[in-house]
């Protein structure tokens, strides 16, 4: 059973920044492909940042493009989002996501991930 659990968030300032992590156990953490997603209050799940098994291709929502970066660290079995420069409509929660593929072609919509994290809240404050 794929397990994931994010950590990270809190509340910052605008202009501030956070690095959320995925910690994911019960598979072989390298034959995965992870996403990070996020939802806002009223507001649907939206695609923020994407990365391969090996860290070699990314991807980034438009909104995320500059200012978030997506990393992997296979050793430790964690994904991780470095969130920059944050921005009151940044507040969501977060959410990681993992699908099994050990392809290039970075998916971006929610039905192409197959497990979910419980999502880490993330707060910024004007």
């Known amino acids: 059973q794929v397990q994931l659990v994010e950590s990270g968030g809190g509340l910052v300032q605008a202009g501030g920044s956070l690095r959320l992590a995925c910690a994911a156990s019960?598979?072989?953490?390298?034959?995965?492909?992870m996403g990070w997603f996020r939802q806002a209050p009223g507001k649907e799940r939206e695609f923020v940042a994407a990365?391969?098994?090996?860290?070699?291709?990314?991807y980034y929502a438009d909104s995320a493009k500059g200012r978030f970066t997506i990393s992997r660290d296979n050793a430790k079995n964690t994904v991780f989002l470095q969130v920059n420069s944050l921005k009151p409509e940044d507040t969501a929660v977060y959410y990681c996501?993992?699908?099994?593929?050990?392809?290039?072609?970075?998916?971006?919509?929610?039905?192409?991930?197959?497990?979910w994290g419980q999502g880490t809240q993330v707060t910024v404050s004007s």
């Open positions: 996501a993992a699908v099994r593929s050990l392809g290039t072609v970075l998916p971006i919509r929610e039905y192409e991930y197959d497990y």
């Open positions: 019960g598979h072989t953490f390298s034959n995965y492909l």
């Open positions: 990365i391969s098994w090996n860290g070699g291709t990314t």
